[in-house]
């Protein structure tokens, strides 16, 4: 705009880039920034893969056997599972989504935080599942329904080689929480536990091919499989560090 001043825009579309790739994306443009204002040359490492190594590998990787024991995992586990959630909304669904929303923060404090975490140790498990049942519980108590399925984004960077890559790598995942027989809390974060572990253990096959090995019931007014999602977002995005 002037000698002294500049707009950088930056605009990506989600099939190249994941939240954990602007992490990277940051800290890549702050390393550029500092040495060619210093004069110095680019000082990023040259890429051992890249994208394209990665999609190759996945093909190769998820074949045969691999390939038949991940869908037949998913056609078990999703096998009869509720085509969708009956939340008692204010309003009736429109004939097609049309995509619009907004957003309400609700603020976990410290204590609680503190309680959650306590739990979580005392139950062997995550401070993901032990959230993820709890929003399960709500969702059962609010639906009526003891059986319900929760998408949940994955990372899906198993791999040290493409942890610093720029891409799209998240899958997701559909969590099938059973809330039968009216579950103690340690019974429900039990099931949680196991949910949660197998499903990671499965989480390579597509989130596309999933839905065409189980063949949900397909409308326009409501998404496949699941119609609530629960974001873990553990990577902490940095911030610029430009000199000057």
Do not use: C
């Not at 040359?41 to 890249?50: G, V």
């Not at 045969?64 to 669904?93: H, I, K, V």
């Not at 890559?165 to 974060?189: K, M, W, Y």
């Not at 409501?222 to 977002?233: D, E, S």
């Amino acid at each position: 705009m002037s000698d002294a001043e500049h707009v950088f825009l930056l605009t990506q579309h989600h099939i190249v880039s994941d939240g954990w790739s602007l992490d990277v994306l940051l800290r890549e443009l702050s390393q550029l920034y500092q040495a060619f204002e210093a004069g110095r040359d680019d000082p990023l490492p040259p890429l051992a893969i890249q994208y394209p190594d990665y999609a190759a590998w996945q093909r190769q990787w998820l074949s045969g056997e691999r390939l038949q024991s991940q869908a037949q995992y998913w056609r078990d586990t999703l096998s009869g599972a509720p085509a969708r959630l009956a939340l008692p909304t204010d309003r009736a669904r429109p004939a097609q989504q049309s995509f619009a929303g907004a957003s309400v923060p609700v603020v976990i404090d410290a204590d609680l935080t503190r309680g959650l975490k306590r739990l979580s140790r005392q139950h062997g498990t995550t401070l993901f599942m032990t959230v993820l049942a709890a929003w399960a519980a709500v969702l059962s108590r609010l639906s009526g329904q003891d059986d319900l399925v929760i998408g949940v984004p994955s990372a899906n960077r198993g791999r040290r080689e493409i942890e610093e890559l720029i891409g799209f790598f998240v899958n997701t995942l559909a969590l099938r929480v059973d809330l039968s027989g009216e579950p103690s809390v340690s019974q429900l974060l039990e099931r949680t536990r196991r949910t949660a572990l197998a499903a990671q253990e499965h989480q390579d096959l597509p989130f596309e091919q999933v839905v065409e090995i189980v063949k949900p019931p397909r409308h326009l007014d409501h998404t496949p499989l699941f119609q609530v999602m629960l974001a873990w977002q553990n990577n902490a995005v940095g911030s610029f560090d430009l000199a000057g």
